[in-house]
């Protein structure tokens, strides 16, 4: 994405993501509880080995005392073709948020009448990611400050040219990990994040590429003509794109809307009711839903919420290991997400491909909730 003229790398912050239902094969070892149990106390030991970490709810500010993030006993079988499918489609997805991010005019009509509000964690218990970032940056010699809006608020500043400074030094990229859910934002926060935003600093993301990532966007590109219209010329990127693609209803104030909430209200475990947040945890399903659409129906609120249709994946069986949690086989679901890098200089495209997969799985008793949320844990896809 782009800032003026700054590069951007965009990440992990619009990767397309795949439910997957898969049999599992690993039969004698799921029913050997003796196994599992050793199998288990080995895995774990390998993942804090490997730095696979999280901070302790208890105390989410400190690394003195860590545990390992959760995740899944054995890889969960995913179809070679899904898996070849999602790494073919996220250079197409790359394009279309650049091509969003890019169209002021499209985000602006799209999102005039939605509550935006994108999720981020308060306190930070997923920091060892973001060190071996740093880490990473420090062996090229390139150096981290680690900084809150408040900090940027009291100690930032632009000079005439727009260049960032911060406690005096020049800034040349700014990666936010906080200020996606609009708790974050004091009237000072608020000022420090337009302060960055009209800096020449690259941004990862900017404000645009944020907005490009919301519920509203995604289902206003479901609308027919809507990704011709973003990349002209481009009809295989386009099929592509719409072979991801669920079902996604507008609830704005209208006819349209109005049909939504009724076949929402006819067929409720169909469907899936969606609040403008990015993150697990945020989405209503069955009589939560109901209760929340007959609340909306006569309401302008109801136009912050998108409806998207079901999807009923296949389970199967894993164990899902958790600290303090007892080893057992439950059944799963899972989701495939594939991550890509996308830097444009101006109108010449730099650099677009992908660099790599998250999977995650979850108990089918779940409906909804991602890693950070607690529920998902982390997983490895083997093709099948």
């Known amino acids: 994405m782009v800032a003026g003229s700054q590069a951007i790398c965009h990440q992990d912050f619009f990767c397309p993501w795949f439910q997957v239902g898969m049999a599992t094969s690993w039969g004698s070892l799921l029913e050997d509880e003796q196994q599992l149990e050793e199998l288990a106390q080995q895995a774990v030991d390998r993942a804090l080995a490997e730095g696979v970490l999280l901070r302790t709810s208890q105390d989410p500010t400190s690394s003195n005392v860590v545990s390992y993030a959760p995740f899944t006993l054995f890889p969960s079988l995913v179809p070679s073709a899904l898996l070849e499918q999602a790494y073919a489609v996220q250079k197409d997805f790359n394009l279309l948020v650049d091509a969003v991010s890019q169209n002021s005019a499209f985000l602006e009509q799209t999102l005039s009448s939605a509550v935006v509000l994108l999720i981020a964690q308060e306190k930070e218990r997923n920091i060892f990611d973001q060190r071996a970032i740093e880490n990473e940056l420090l062996a090229k010699n390139i150096h981290v400050i680690r900084r809150r809006f408040e900090d940027v608020s009291k100690n930032g500043s632009l000079d005439q040219d727009r260049r960032l400074f911060m406690d005096g030094q020049e800034v040349a990229v700014v990666y936010f990990r906080d200020g996606y859910m609009p708790s974050q934002y004091s009237p000072q926060n608020w000022e420090a994040r337009l302060l960055l935003e009209k800096s020449r600093a690259a941004k990862c993301p900017d404000i645009a ?13 479901s609308r027919v003509g809507v990704l011709e219209e973003l990349l002209p010329g481009q009809p295989e990127a386009v099929a592509r794109l719409r072979a991801t693609f669920a079902g996604l209803y507008s609830l704005d104030m209208g006819e349209e809307g109005d049909r939504a909430i009724a076949e929402a209200l006819a067929a409720p475990s169909q469907f899936v009711l969606k609040p403008q947040r990015e993150g697990g945890g945020n989405n209503l399903y069955g009589e939560e839903m109901v209760q929340a659409l007959v609340r909306l129906k006569d309401s302008e609120e109801r136009a912050s919420y998108i409806l998207m249709e079901k999807i009923e994946p296949e389970p ?8 303090g949690s007892p080893t057992h086989v439950v059944q799963c679901i899972s989701e495939l997400g594939i991550f890509g890098v996308y830097v444009r200089q101006g109108q010449t495209l730099v650099m677009n491909k992908h660099v790599g997969h998250l999977l995650r799985t ?12 607690g529920v998902a844990v982390l997983d490895n896809p083997y093709p099948v």
């Open 209 to 221: 590429t944020q907005l490009a990532g919301t519920k509203k966007v995604q289902q206003e590109l």
């Open 316 to 323: 199967f069986g894993n164990c899902l290991l958790r600290p």
């Open 362 to 373: 979850k108990a089918i008793e779940h409906a909804d909730g991602g890693v950070a949320a």
